[in-house]
């Protein structure tokens, strides 16, 4: 029989909590299954772009009974076409399946928000908060879900500089005292080959680890053209990429990924880094700030070196991979095996076996919150890979060895100090239109 006030208590025991009341019994395990309309979960999604979109439709495939119920985007157009597509009569092309998930978005015209204050008046209408908007805002609009008690599904890279990254370690602790869900969009983790691989690491199979290599290498990605009449802040929000208040730079925003699986079979996260980088294509005006190609080694604790490189450049080699080498041999991430040390494949994942990530992600997270479950905490392992991708940047724009600690606690912020049309940017064009860009040797973050 079906427990309605199980799920319900769980869901909104995060609410008491945030409301300063004493912690809750969790529901138990079997509680909540197939509920019925009113019992729904109910979701809020802060950032109505591409990712925000295919994370909303993946939340309401999840199989539980899952409704939307809120929408926030600075952008009135981008809302508007997330909202389109969530309707859709048909989600072939979008989301790969038959059919359409429209009785599930609930989000009438007053849920819709638009602004920069949009996430706070989503994020009380809702059990679970879809954080999809550029990373730069992600430590604040994180920081107000767990406010309000919310369980948390948050794209990577979860800041953009060090002060963000704090912002986002300080939350993680209160959101495991409220046992607040969150999943952080580092869908490797969620990934069936990589799981598989893990397990055979921990199992001995490669022996200890010695190093590694990670790529994200590729033709790079879109560009917006400024357009006549947007403010500096509608612009650089519009071609967020080429920004790092709000990107962060490539190593950041996509080389994340690689980074992270390293961090992760190394069970650690570097001590110091140093490479080099810079910008051979991307010179124009249209390309802000950020460099074009980056060489980093990651330095471990125990002086394990992990080479990581990621260029966006047409023409050139593309790769997206990951490589950890062992004692006894190394793990193919791409090719999904294990070598030993002579070339031979001593394990080999079944291509057939691997799922979709994106799904599992939402399928996991979704089934636990039904069930009542606490079981995802994945915020400091998002923060502390975020931070090591920033460490990354640090180190190939000043051409410095930049600690790990000291970075993080360098109270580096790149962030305006007010989020508005007018603000008044840290970053400005010159009288050309072009942006200041870090020059290596030059540049200097801290002494
Ligand atoms: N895990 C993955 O493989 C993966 C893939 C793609 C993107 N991402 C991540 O998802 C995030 C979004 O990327 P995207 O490709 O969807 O970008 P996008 O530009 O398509 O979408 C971002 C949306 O956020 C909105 N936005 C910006 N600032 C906002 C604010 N303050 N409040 C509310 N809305 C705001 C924008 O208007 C836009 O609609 C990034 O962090 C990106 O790294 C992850």
Known sequence: MKNRTSRRGFVKQSTLIAGGLAAMPLASKASFFNSDADDAIKVALVGCGGRGTGAAMQAMLSKQNVKLVAMADVFKDRLDKCYARLTDDDLSDSAGIAGNIKDKIAVPEENKFVGFDGY????????????????????????????????????????TDPAGIKRVLDNAQIAKQKKLNVVVGLQRHYQNSYRELYKKYKDGLIGEFVSAQCWWNNDGVWMNERQAGQTEMEYQLRNWYYFNWICGDHIVEQHIHNIDVINWFKGGYPVKAQGMGGR??????????????HYVEFQYADGSI????????????????????GTKGTIFCGDMNIRD????????????KENNPYQTEHDELFAAIAKG???????????????????GRLATYSGQVVEFDKALNSGLSLQPTRYAWDADMPLKPDANGLYPVAVPGETKFFS
């Open 280 to 293: 051979e294509v991307r010179k124009g005006k249209q390309y802000g700030e950020i460099f074009d190609h």
């Open 306 to 325: 992990m080479n990581s490189q990621c260029r966006h450049i047409k023409g050139t080699m593309s790769k997206v991979d990951e490589q950890i080498v």
């Open 120 to 159: 706070l008046k989503a994020i009380p209408l809702a059990d679970v908060i879809i954080l999809t908007t550029p990373p730069g805002f992600r430590p604040l609009h994180f920081e107000e879900a767990v406010k309000q008690g919310k369980h948390i599904f948050m794209e990577k890279p979860v800041a």
């Open 341 to 352: 040390r002579k070339g031979n494949v001593t394990y080999q994942f079944a291509k057939e």
């Open 373 to 391: 479950q606490y079981k995802f905490d994945d915020t400091e392992n998002g923060a502390k890979s975020t931070m090591t991708s920033i460490l």
